[in-house]
């Protein structure tokens, strides 16, 4: 019986890198569909989404039912009870990428993303894809140290993110206001999903350890440091 009970733990655990691949790969391919004005590539990512909200309500009809039956304590409660606000975190990812791939249907044939913000919008949407690729890591090693270093990471979505600002307030701005709000929108999605990686990465910290990441300092490598 308690071999069963572990058994689901891990097929939980197993579902949420399953969703944290998916939201990657999702955001990855908005991203390609909003920069090319891809209406196919964009409504693939649309449609996607649907397998990220079945799994998210699989979890967490799963977790549920491992609580009423087993009413676990300690470290298995906090195993189910993360799991259930990381699978939150992880549904809400697939929504913005989702949101990146409804722009690009909108603006179809035109392209929502100025030529001089390409780069820009090309490096958070490949830095959104890799920090949700670590996020899943973590989930899969448990690795305190790796989970703490994506808040790191996160600085640089937030510099991309402030560099956009500085071109919409630009005096030279030359696209209008509509690309502003495009703009701006693409912006806030791929800070958000930065966001939700992070937070997953929090709750495996807070999983593993007890404690909330922000009391713990990342690992210097350094003997005595």
Known sequence: MRDAYHEELDSISEGLVEMARLVGSAIGRATTAILDADLKLAESVIAADERVDDLQRDLEARAIALLARQQPVATDLRI????????????????LAQHVAKLARLRFPERAVPRDLHATILEMGQLAQRL??????????KDVDLALQLEQDDDAMDL???????HLMDDRWKHGIETAVDVTLLGRYYERFADHAVS???RVVYLVTGE??????PSTGVEGA
């Open 80 to 95: 189910v009870v993360t799991s259930l606000r990381m699978s939150a975190d992880l549904e809400r990812s697939g929504d």
């Open 132 to 141: 949700m690729a670590k996020a899943g890591e973590v989930i899969i090693t």
């Open 160 to 166: 991309l993110h402030r560099t956009l600002f500085q």
């Open 200 to 202: 997953v990465a929090k």
């Open 212 to 217: 909330h990441a922000d009391e713990i300092a």
